[in-house]
């Protein structure tokens, strides 16, 4: 039986990947800069909120980590979604525990066994994506001037 991966798998599904796992957590920017060379502004992404709190549970080496693919509270429903993500519209990764039994799930519907899932990965997985997010924002936009005010996440954490 086939199931969405936007809905919550039924009760008689196999049992969630036993935890706690150690996962990269992120949070999503507030707000991104969007349009034609960078100068609209967008609260979150089209999936989350600004500011939701996300699970990485998987990346894209092939592609530089440019997405990655996380589990978060969508952003119309409040149910948990399965998404890829631009590694750009992330900030503040750390490892972190989950115990979240509906992430758990998430990760057996993905096929994913977490026996991967240690501190030691997510440590030098976070230390990766946080030094490859403020590029990517950077190299997007190429150089282009920030709108004025501008409230992207890079302005908004840049002193002065």
């Not at 196999?14 to 349009?35: D, I, K, Q, S, T």
């Not at 519209?89 to 039994?101: K, M, N, Y």
């Not at 096929?111 to 997985?125: F, P, S, V």
Request: aromatic content about 6%; some cysteine.
């Amino acid at each position: 039986m086939s199931h969405d991966l936007d809905e919550e798998p039924p009760m008689t599904a196999e049992r969630p990947v036993p935890g706690p796992l150690w996962l990269v957590a992120a949070n999503v920017v507030r707000w991104r800069r969007y349009g034609n060379g960078g100068q609209e502004l967008r609260p979150g992404t089209k999936a989350y909120r600004g500011g939701a709190k996300v699970y990485v549970v998987g990346t894209h080496a092939g592609m530089g980590h440019e997405q990655v693919t996380t589990v978060g509270r969508g952003r119309h429903t409040g149910a948990y979604i399965t998404i890829d993500t631009a590694t750009r519209h992330l900030h503040t990764f750390r490892p972190a525990s989950v115990h979240s039994p509906a992430v758990l799930r998430r990760l057996t519907a993905l096929g994913i066994d977490g026996t991967w899932a240690t501190r030691e990965y997510a440590e030098e997985l976070t230390a990766l994506l946080g030094s490859l997010a403020p590029r990517y924002r950077e190299e997007h936009w190429g150089g282009a001037p920030h709108p004025g005010p501008c409230r992207c996440h890079t302005c908004l954490v840049t002193p002065g």
